[in-house]
């Protein structure tokens, strides 16, 4: 197992890199929104198109892929990516916003596509719940840490807008110059979101939940702090703290799934997160017990995503695994833009604390699906 992840520096490395300047877009976004006084829910509906992107992304990037291969796809996404957040600072409007957030959800969707239907050619049902676990820690740590570069300059200025795409740009610079070589799927076959629905059905319907979950957190995570009343270094601490959270139980929880079956583990995790998701609505956030529960609810939530890949992945053959990984991110896709845009307009109207119940509905759906799936 740790022979695959070696084998994978360059790209957990890039993704990485991506993952760092994802963290502090979103956020600076969210936080630059409330500057130039867009409301609630259009701040929803403007972060809601990245994850509308996210689909288009999941359906062209197979085809992409098969053309030309996984480091060009890479490469060109993360330089479309990189030109994108520039733009966010030159024309501020929601019209410019809403096209710049779908351009970039395009580009994250298929490097999340081109990054998992790599790692899962190197993995095997043994030890896969691991490898997507090292693969997620990557990515949690380095949305944690760009969350704190928030503080190095004005939200209000261009600066922060010119790290991200620095940030971004960077991520092309071990892939293009890796020596390994990519997996090539010789024989790829075709995969929809509904012939995959038809293969493992709690795979597409926890990961469209899983999407509604973490579409809310990153996209509604700033708005839910300012309207708290949260400073802009508490706003970036919060969302840092989910993926904390993240960093430090991704890993056990994938190695549980390895040892004890993904279903058990996907009901449990669920369960936990519906209560640590209700107490945090409720607590008091000055206190100093805050930022530590958001931790902990973050290690409940942001692990389920790989968990759900690990699950489909078990049941799929070497042939499906970048179609598959394109309907998987697909499914997600569709609850990251269904999932913000529902809350934000709850928040509107009944006010913040809609936004942990938002979280906690989603899970619930979630251990409603695996109950059912565990009847046949």
């Known amino acids: ?119 899962n050619d190197r993995a095997s049902n043994e030890n896969r719940g691991a490898i997507l676990s090292a693969y997620m820690v990557v990515v949690t740590l380095g949305m944690g840490s760009g969350q704190f570069l928030l503080n190095v300059a004005d939200p209000a200025s261009t600066e922060l807008f010119i790290l991200i795409s620095v940030i971004i740009s960077f991520a092309l610079v071990p892939i293009l110059l890796t020596a390994r070589p990519a997996p090539a799927f010789d024989q790829s076959e075709t995969m929809s979101i509904f012939t995959l629905y038809k293969v493992s059905p709690l795979a597409v319907i926890s990961n469209t939940l899983t999407g509604a979950a973490h579409g809310t957190v990153f996209g509604l995570g700033a708005v839910y702090g300012l309207q708290k009343g949260f400073d802009h270094s508490l706003v970036a601490l919060f969302m840092a703290s989910f993926l904390w959270g993240g960093f430090l139980l991704q890993w056990p929880i994938g190695r549980l799934s390895d040892k004890y079956g993904r279903r058990g583990v996907m009901l449990l995790n669920a369960v936990v997160a519906v209560g640590l998701c209700l107490l945090a609505g409720v607590w008091d956030h000055t206190s100093p017990s805050y930022i530590p529960l958001i931790v902990i609810v973050g290690g409940s939530v942001m692990p389920m995503y790989s968990l759900c890949i690990a699950y489909a992945s078990d049941r799929l053959s070497p042939e499906q695994i970048v179609s598959a990984s394109g309907a998987m991110v697909m499914a997600a896709g569709i609850g990251l833009s269904i999932g913000p845009i529902m809350v934000a307009f709850a928040m509107s109207r009944y006010g913040p604390d809609v936004y942990f119940i938002g979280i906690a509905i989603a899970f619930v759906a979630i251990i409603l699906a695996v109950l059912n799936s565990m009847r046949y």
């Open 1 to 119: 197992m740790l022979q695959e992840i070696k084998a994978s520096w360059a790209l957990l490395l890039g993704i990485g890199f991506i993952m760092v300047g994802n963290g502090l877009q979103g956020t600076l976004l969210g936080v630059r929104a409330s500057l130039e006084g867009f409301d609630v829910f259009t701040t929803g509906v403007v972060m809601s198109f990245y994850f509308s992107g996210m689909l288009i992304g999941s359906i062209i990037t197979p085809k992409l892929v098969a053309r030309v291969g996984h480091i060009r796809v890479f490469a060109a996404l993360a330089s479309t990516a990189s030109i994108a957040i520039l733009l966010h600072s030159i024309y501020i409007n929601p019209y410019t916003w809403s096209a710049m957030r779908l351009t970039t959800g395009i580009c994250f969707s298929g490097l999340f596509v081109v990054t998992e239907s790599w790692l």
